[in-house]
T-cell receptor, first 112, second 112 residues
Framework: GNSVTQMEGPVTLSEEAFLTINCTYT??????LFWYVQYPGEGLQLLLK?????DKGSNKGFEATYRKETTSFHLEKGSVQVSDSAVYFC???????????FGPGTSLSVIP | DAGVIQSPRHEVTEMGQEVTLRCKPI?????LFWYRQTMMRGLELLIY????????DSGMPEDRFSAKMPNASFSTLKIQPSEPRDSAVYFC??????????FGDGTRLSIL
């Protein structure tokens, strides 16, 4: 079945450091891929998405590229801020937003 | 615009009691999802509705859990009788067509 694997956290970075959170997936067909972010005490919010191979999703300085050959969708940001501290979830959907499969989440802490 | 509204935000009750969680989806959204989040299991999809009809309830843990969606603007998740292992954060999310899921802020449930 479909599944998502993420790098384990927690990840701790200094402000302005480069961020990479790895995500790989297993799916039949051509899923859509997402990154969601969960700030403390809140629900998940869609951060970015990509719907086909080689698409790059981007938002708030974060970006991720849909790599079908490596079944990956790694999240990157060039310079993190303290306000980026949150839990990040990689997710996929088999071309229907109706059912989304989430990875386990990666906790990020950015220190000044 | 109002987002997904969940109530209560926090619930503390004794085991054996009935618990009812409530959700108001975003107006115009036709899919609604109930999730449970714990440290041990991460984010789990319990059930989802499309046009008020339950589509997939395979994630509902057992018969003690039930969910209803009597109309497009309201859903409930009920646990009866509750047990300490039901303690978790319960999220409701809604979406429209092929759009992304929008999450509420969750209900933090503690069963003593």
């Amino acid at each position: 079945g479909n599944s998502v694997t993420q790098m384990e956290g927690p990840v701790t970075l200094s402000e302005e450091a480069f961020l990479t959170i790895n995500c790989t997936y297993t799916a039949t067909g051509y899923p859509s891929l997402f990154w969601y972010v969960q700030y403390p005490g809140e629900g998940l919010q869609l951060l970015l998405k990509a719907t086909k191979a080689d698409d790059k999703g981007s938002n708030k300085g974060f970006e991720a590229t849909y790599r079908k050959e490596t079944t990956s969708f790694h999240l990157e940001k060039g310079s993190v801020q303290v306000s980026d501290s949150a839990v990040y979830f990689c997710a996929l959907s088999d071309n229907s937003y109706d059912k989304v499969i989430f990875g386990p989440g990666t906790s990020l802490s950015v220190i000044p | 615009d109002a987002g997904v509204i969940q109530s209560p935000r926090h619930e503390v009750t004794e085991m054996g009691q009935e618990v009812t969680l409530r959700c108001k989806p975003i107006s115009g959204h036709n899919s609604l999802f109930w999730y449970r989040q714990t440290m041990m299991r991460g984010l789990e999809l319990l059930i989802y509705f499309n046009n008020n009809v339950p589509i997939d309830d395979s994630g509902m843990p057992e018969d003690r859990f039930s969910a209803k969606m009597p109309n497009a603007s309201f859903s409930t998740l009920k646990i009866q009788p509750s047990e300490p292992r039901d303690s978790a954060v319960y999220f409701c999310a809604s979406s429209r067509g092929s759009g992304p899921q929008h999450f509420g802020d969750g209900t933090r449930l503690s069963i003593l």
